[in-house]
């Protein structure tokens, strides 16, 4: 198994793959491959335990520089849906419209920098708490970057009629979103001195983001998957991912006391709480088990995965006989998805096992070991 992380690779976790027209994409045969795929995801989201294998097609370029043109980003993912129907899997793929992280913040008068080739970035604009707050913030679908995500939704659901599942867009945290408003040391120091600020700032955050979602959701409609962004997801489960990377600067105790209830506020209309957190967040297992409602959390598990993944697989068997699902990234070879399914998994786990493996052949080895490992765990044949 490599060892590290390969820090020359653009994307780690992303495939090539050849853009496609949506006049020349088959949506009867991915409209027919999704619902036999959504059978066992019905089923699997019932279970109090068991393993479903995802293989995930991230398009790289939409995740940097390309995210802003609707017309190139569709025909990407389009043909990252062509290719997945090649690679045995339990979940399908999804449309995601927009990836740019800051959206939120917006709301506050920024803009984004658009620098070439790169993915688009937001500076934070205010030095203090206290002039963030005194600040009229807009609702997000009034701001430039609100407008286009909704156009770009619309564009996506004219082009693909509803029939292929989509997502809301990327879901930061309102933690994660405090460093595009003012400097996060200024930040710290607020939770410690002037929590009862920070609080109201987050519940400010919370509003603005369930706003905005639902401006989404009027639009996508039953094609909505769910939990979205960076998970694995189907129309038939139902929780909201949220990216909570700035979750392992601060204690558990205090996420869970000051981050986590506004996280569950925004989370509870669409079924409760999906956590993320880039890097080793094995310390906060305990406090993440203990956000309300939590349907699933997510995370590196392989060196090639992410410069900071975790090697303390173990901590993870908290996760057994909670129904939690544990969304379980491994980039890698046969060998390393085997490797670390045998350290994460233990019966009375749910897990979804995100390959990324680079041929069709290898994914179905990959997908067979993955079932015969965890047990017995195979779900009954699709059936009506």
């Given at each position: 198994?490599?060892?590290?992380?390969?820090?020359?690779?653009?994307?780690a976790q992303a495939?090539?793959?050849?853009?496609?027209?949506?006049?020349?994409?088959?949506?009867?045969?991915?409209?027919?491959?999704?619902?036999?795929?959504n059978k066992t995801?019905?089923?699997?989201?019932?279970?109090?335990?068991?393993?479903?294998?995802?293989?995930?097609?991230?398009?790289?370029?939409?995740?940097?520089?390309?995210?802003?043109?609707?017309?190139?980003?569709?025909?990407?993912?389009?043909?990252?849906?062509?290719?997945?129907?090649?690679?045995?899997?339990?979940?399908?793929?999804?449309?995601?419209?927009?990836?740019?992280?800051?959206?939120?913040?917006?709301?506050?008068?920024?803009?984004?920098l658009w620098t070439?080739?790169?993915?688009?970035?937001?500076?934070?604009?205010?030095?203090?708490?206290?002039?963030?707050?005194?600040?009229?913030?807009?609702?997000?679908?009034?701001?430039?970057?609100?407008?286009?995500?909704?156009?770009?939704?619309?564009?996506?659901?004219?082009?693909?009629?509803?029939?292929?599942?989509?997502?809301?867009?990327?879901?930061?945290?309102?933690?994660?979103?405090?460093?595009?408003?003012?400097?996060?040391?200024?930040?710290?120091?607020?939770?410690?001195?002037?929590?009862?600020?920070?609080?109201?700032?987050?519940?400010?955050?919370?509003?603005?983001?369930?706003?905005?979602?639902?401006?989404?959701?009027?639009?996508?409609?039953?094609?909505?998957?769910?939990?979205?962004?960076?998970?694995?997801?189907?129309?038939?489960?139902?929780?909201?991912?949220?990216?909570?990377?700035?979750?392992?600067?601060?204690?558990?105790?205090?996420?869970?006391?000051?981050?986590?209830?506004?996280?569950?506020?925004?989370?509870?209309?669409?079924?409760?709480?999906?956590?993320?957190?880039?890097?080793?967040?094995?310390?906060?297992?305990?406090?993440?088990?203990?956000?309300?409602?939590?349907?699933?959390?997510?995370?590196?598990?392989?060196?090639?995965?992410?410069?900071?993944?975790?090697?303390?697989?173990?901590?993870?068997?908290?996760?057994?006989?909670?129904?939690?699902?544990?969304?379980?990234?491994?980039?890698?070879?046969?060998?390393?998805?085997?490797?670390?399914?045998?350290?994460?998994?233990?019966?009375?786990?749910?897990?979804?096992?995100?390959?990324?493996?680079?041929?069709?052949?290898?994914?179905?080895?990959?997908?067979?070991?993955?079932?015969?490992?965890?047990?017995?765990?195979?779900?009954?044949?699709?059936?009506?």
């Amino acid at each position: 198994m490599v060892s590290k992380f390969d820090n020359q690779i653009a994307d780690a976790q992303a495939t090539q793959v050849l853009p496609v027209k949506p006049g020349n994409f088959d949506f009867d045969k991915y409209e027919a491959y999704t619902a036999e795929l959504n059978k066992t995801c019905a089923r699997f989201w019932e279970q109090k335990s068991g393993v479903v294998v995802y293989r995930r097609m991230r398009v790289g370029e939409c995740f940097s520089y390309g995210c802003s043109d609707m017309k190139r980003s569709l025909e990407l993912q389009l043909g990252a849906l062509e290719k997945s129907m090649f690679f045995k899997a339990d979940v399908p793929n999804f449309l995601e419209p927009w990836y740019g992280i800051g959206t939120v913040a917006s709301a506050w008068g920024g803009d984004y920098l658009w620098t070439e080739g790169n993915a688009p970035a937001l500076k934070a604009p205010f030095k203090t708490i206290d002039e963030v707050l005194a600040y009229p913030a807009r609702e997000i679908a009034q701001t430039n970057i609100g407008r286009h995500t909704l156009d770009m939704i619309e564009y996506f659901m004219d082009q693909t009629k509803g029939r292929v599942p989509v997502s809301l867009t990327d879901t930061q945290s309102p933690l994660n979103m405090i460093g595009h408003l003012y400097p996060l040391d200024q930040f710290f120091m607020d939770m410690l001195l002037e929590p009862e600020k920070v609080l109201q700032l987050f519940d400010r955050l919370a509003d603005l983001s369930i706003n905005f979602n639902n401006e989404q959701i009027k639009l996508i409609g039953d094609a909505l998957a769910l939990p979205g962004h960076g998970f694995a997801s189907s129309t038939k489960w139902s929780g909201l991912g949220m990216s909570d990377d700035n979750a392992i600067m601060i204690s558990p105790d205090q996420y869970l006391e000051m981050a986590a209830p506004s996280v569950e506020k925004i989370c509870a209309p669409l079924g409760g709480p999906v956590f993320h957190s880039c890097g080793d967040w094995s310390a906060w297992v305990d406090a993440v088990l203990q956000i309300k409602g939590l349907k699933m959390a997510d995370g590196a598990f392989s060196p090639q995965t992410d410069p900071g993944a975790t090697n303390n697989l173990e901590a993870f068997h908290k996760f057994a006989n909670t129904g939690i699902v544990l969304n379980a990234r491994i980039v890698g070879d046969l060998e390393t998805i085997r490797e670390q399914v045998s350290r994460l998994w233990l019966p009375g786990m749910k897990m979804v096992v995100v390959t990324y493996c680079s041929t069709p052949e290898e994914q179905a080895e990959a997908y067979e070991l993955v079932h015969e490992m965890c047990n017995g765990s195979r779900l009954p044949e699709n059936s009506d």
